[in-house]
């Protein structure tokens, strides 16, 4: 019986840590890209077309 209690708690909290990991996944996804990364993208293309 502790067995399969320990078997269900571990299943509940890996499924609360696989929501929690969603979530902060996609919150990441709706952030905007830093001013600073996208000159640097830029700098990056600018140098590429160049060669």
């Known amino acids: 019986m502790r067995a ?3 078997t269900k ?3 509940m909290l890996q499924a609360q840590i696989d929501a ?3 979530k902060v996944y996609q919150d990441a996804l709706q952030e ?9 993208l830029e700098q990056l293309r600018q140098k590429e077309a160049k060669v």
């Open 20 to 22: 929690n990991l969603k």
């Open 9 to 11: 708690e571990t299943e």
């Open 32 to 40: 905007q890209v830093p001013d600073r990364f996208l000159e640097l």
């Open 4 to 6: 399969k209690k320990q």
